[in-house]
């Protein structure tokens, strides 16, 4: 065989080894990714991380969960000794007293009862569930107001609280750790991520037992005047864990 004819083979094998091996690498590429993701979502399945949606109420600057949503969320139910003037939670038949819980060790953070609904601080929730024997993931989305001007920005809080005695994993797709949106309607009018650009990376948090995720925002919509729904999630893998919703108005300044 004369050089001409080898010269033109290694050409060809050349081209094919161009055209072939990024080709080849890249599907080995994606399939690392893959893996590693079906590998962090099985993990993220087996945290037992159960999304329980309870509206905190920021009452006197102190996070606050009404105790009737509580109790319908562990399945308690509630009674009322009105000579005693004591609240009781019953579980099973074994009834306790919120009586014990008015304050906490600092005596800063006390239970409030306004018109008929009592409401009790984050940290009184969490005695609350330990001497139940209950363990709760909470997620909540809550804003500093109601209404707010046209000039105004939104002031939103994203919290997870892990009232469990065991750390969580919470795994995430990307740099995004969560999205909001503003609604009227079934129309969708803004979006928190819309112009926003994230890394794309497996990122993961681990949770420990009593710790909690917050995230603060100061929101700018820029929407007319009009009644609107807030509502967001936390972007998990396999599946994103849904934030309770929150009616906001806007008005004219």
């Not at 105790?67 to 009781?88: C, H, P, Q």
């Not at 993931?137 to 009232?163: C, G």
Request: no cysteine.
């Amino acid at each position: 065989m004369n050089s001409f004819k080898l010269r033109i083979i290694f050409i060809i094998i050349g081209i094919i080894y161009i055209l072939l091996v990024p080709a080849v690498f890249a599907n080995e590429l994606d399939a690392t990714l893959s893996g590693e993701i079906d590998s962090l979502i099985s993990e993220n399945q087996n945290s037992g991380v159960e999304n329980n949606k309870m509206k905190i109420y920021n009452l006197a600057g102190i996070e606050m969960i009404q105790l009737r949503d509580l109790a319908e969320e562990a399945g308690w139910s509630l009674y009322y000794d009105s000579v005693k003037k004591e609240i009781f939670i019953n579980n099973n038949g074994q009834p306790f007293s919120l009586e014990t819980l008015n304050t906490d060790s600092k005596g800063e953070e006390s239970i409030i009862i306004r018109e008929g609904r009592t409401y009790l601080p984050i940290g009184i929730v969490r005695e609350v569930l330990q001497e139940m024997g209950e363990g709760m993931i909470i997620t909540s989305l809550y804003t500093d107001q109601s209404v707010y001007r046209t000039d105004e920005k939104i002031t939103a809080h994203l919290r997870l609280y892990n009232f469990t005695d065991k750390s969580i994993r919470l795994n995430f797709g990307s740099g995004q750790r969560y999205d909001l949106y503003l609604t009227q309607g079934d129309e969708e009018l803004w979006r928190w991520s819309d112009d926003k650009f994230f890394t794309m990376a497996l990122i993961y948090k681990e949770l420990e037992a009593g710790e909690s995720l917050e995230y603060d925002l100061e929101l700018e919509p820029g929407l007319s005047p009009g009644e609107y729904i807030l509502a967001g999630k936390l972007a998990t893998l396999p599946e994103a864990m849904e934030l309770n919703e929150v009616m906001i108005e806007i008005v004219v300044n």
